[in-house]
């Protein structure tokens, strides 16, 4: 117990201090984020903000786990390390060429789910090549997931749908930081239960990475974390729980990005088909933001709801 306080601490320290130059950085290169214009109309005061602040405490999961974790000795870790840097790279890609352009769009749709592809894909192959998908305890294996090519289709899916799916739940002061936060914490009791120290590692130190990032962007944001953090933000939890063959309690654990990912696919598929919004606005967070629910509360409620998923995760 006091190891795993001692690695989410040093994380959150870390993360704290690697965070402030970023911050200092970003507002001397003015790198702001521009704020779409068919977002809720008090979102426009944001404009401006410094964006790409993620690359603080990805550094911190990239740089603790590789000296916390023997990954010479288990690869599928130095696999995670890679799958969390390749994501946040396409992030910051895309990042970057919204505030060189001034704009709200980076990389096109496609060009992001391509690239994501490729390394959701790759990270895919390498647990195939270790005998990761050997495994024949519970539901996944026994609904046949795991057998020859639909493995590697399987993980890829996981990873690229729980990294959009954060994307997509970044849109509020704090709202990812803390239900990431809540759900890597989840996944490292979890892990810790099954005996997977070296995954609760991993976990604790994004969860503790994550969670100082809430100093810097709620309740008033001085600094946004970007595609950079929200794509890694995924890409770990989904490869997290591919490691601990858990896939199926990561879409409990982290059912509030399901939600959000699903108001917005509702959203999109409804206004195609019949013309007609479903919801005042996608993803579901704005809804309540139109109501006239203050941003605070609606995250503050959000993160009661992650840690109520997070639990039943865990212990269901």
Same mark, same amino acid.
């Given at each position: ?124 192959? +390498?647990?195939?090549? &270790? *005998? ?9 294996? =026994? @609904?046949? !997931?795991?057998? #020859? %090519? ?82 890694? +933000?995924?890409?770990? &939890? *989904? ?9 199926? =309690? @990561?879409? !409990?654990?982290? #059912? %509030? ?60």
């Amino acid at each position: 117990m006091l190891n795993s306080i001692a690695i989410w601490l040093s994380a959150a320290v870390l993360s704290l201090l690697l965070t402030f130059p970023v911050l200092r950085l970003l507002r001397l290169l003015k790198a702001g984020q521009t704020i779409r214009a068919e977002g809720p109309a008090t979102h426009q005061a944001k404009t401006g903000t410094p964006t790409m602040g993620g690359v603080g405490f990805v550094l911190t999961i990239l740089i603790m786990a590789l000296i916390l974790i023997n990954v010479e000795f288990h690869p599928a870790y130095l696999a995670l390390v890679l799958l969390t840097l390749a994501f946040a790279l396409i992030g910051l890609a895309d990042d970057l060429i919204k505030i060189y352009f001034r704009r709200n769009l980076g990389l096109t749709f496609w060009e992001k789910i391509l690239l994501q592809t490729a390394a959701a894909g790759a990270f895919a192959i +390498v647990l195939t090549w &270790l *005998g990761h998908n050997l495994g024949t305890v519970g539901i996944v294996p =026994r @609904l046949g !997931l795991y057998q #020859g %090519l639909l493995y590697p289709f399987f993980v890829t899916f996981i990873i690229v749908g729980a990294a959009n799916a954060t994307n997509l739940t970044d849109g509020l002061n704090g709202l990812l930081a803390g239900t990431g936060t809540i759900a890597f914490l989840a996944l490292a009791i979890l892990a810790l239960q099954l005996g997977q120290t070296d995954a609760a590692t991993y976990a604790l130190i994004a969860g503790g990475a994550l969670f100082a990032f809430l100093y810097y962007n709620f309740p008033r944001a001085q600094l946004f974390m970007g595609d950079v953090g929200s794509l890694a +933000v995924g890409a770990a &939890l *989904g490869g997290l729980a591919v490691i601990l063959r858990e896939e199926l =309690r @990561l879409a !409990l654990i982290g #059912g %509030l990005f399901v939600i959000e990912a699903l108001s917005v696919i509702v959203q999109v598929g409804s206004y195609k088909l019949f013309k007609r919004r479903v919801l005042p606005m996608a993803p579901l967070h704005h809804t309540f933001e139109l109501l006239g629910i203050k941003e605070w509360i609606v995250v503050v409620v959000f993160w009661a709801v992650a840690i109520v998923l997070a639990v039943a995760g865990v212990w269901i």
